[in-house]
């Protein structure tokens, strides 16, 4: 992934949303309700984090209390080396997290019912801001269909995908998909379109497929890689 340094004066554009929470009112009454995020804001560029080193700092979690949960858990992904960490915060609606600084996460909480049973809110993602403010590269597209290892119909069909970038210039997508396990054949690009139509497959066959985001400052990103099968 690809950065470029910009004047830290880029920074006050942004610090107004930080990590400020979306104003989203009060979670859903009922038992099997989500709780409602706060913060770090979904696609912004958190600037609140306290810092810890030069490479890391401490950035605090919120969401909303939901009625029927008896304790929270907090997921965080690394949206570089999709790894996820899960963090148990009990009953409270914040939790302080360690991360690595110029970094793009995403994060999601579970509440934990009376029944067992655990509801997932809404997945957020947000860039932890370095120590110097740079021109950020997009997240990773989140790949939607055909999803991982699901069967499809052919002889025909269409690969779809949500993108985000916290600068909002994203400038193009293009889609690979092979029957290698990291596809390099092209089968199409897009400006502002999220999703390709009419790809030929063969009945009987494994493809492989990820979508390379880039931005109007030339930064790239690659998505995770979604396998399927044609009846």
């Known amino acids: 992934m690809k950065k470029k340094l910009i004047y830290l004066s880029f920074a006050a554009l942004l610090g107004a949303a ?17 709780s409602a995020l706060s913060a770090p804001a979904n696609n912004t560029e958190c600037l609140t984090g306290t810092d810890v080193s030069d490479t890391q700092n401490k950035v605090t979690f919120q969401w909303n209390a939901s009625e ?12 570089n080396t999709q790894s996820q960490l899960q963090y148990n915060a009990a009953t409270a609606t914040s939790f302080d997290v360690t991360l690595t600084k110029g970094t793009p996460y995403s994060w999601y909480v579970g509440a934990r019912k009376s029944d067992g049973t655990t509801v997932k809110s809404d997945v957020w ?25 699901s069967s499809v119909n052919g002889p025909q069909i269409s690969l779809k995908w949500a993108g985000a970038d916290v600068d909002n210039d994203i400038s193009g997508y293009t889609v690979y998909m092979d029957t290698n396990a990291n596809p390099v ?41 979604f396998q399927f099968k044609v009846y």
């Not at 993602?125 to 990773?140: D, E, I, L, Q, R």
Request: proline residues 4%; glycine residues 14%.
């Open 185 to 225: 054949t092209q089968v199409g690009t897009t400006t502002t379109a999220t999703e390709l139509t009419g790809i030929n497959v063969a009945s009987g066959t494994k493809y492989y497929w990820k979508v390379v985001t880039e931005d109007a400052a030339g930064n790239t990103t690659a998505s995770q890689i």
């Open 18 to 34: 930080g990590c400020g929470g979306d104003d989203n009112g009060s979670a859903p009454a009922g038992g099997n309700a989500a």
């Open 68 to 79: 029927g949960t008896q304790g929270y858990y907090l997921y965080v992904k690394n949206l």
């Open 125 to 149: 993602k947000f860039y932890n801001a370095g120590t110097a403010t740079v021109s950020h590269a997009p997240f990773p597209a989140d790949l939607v269909s055909p999803a991982m290892s």
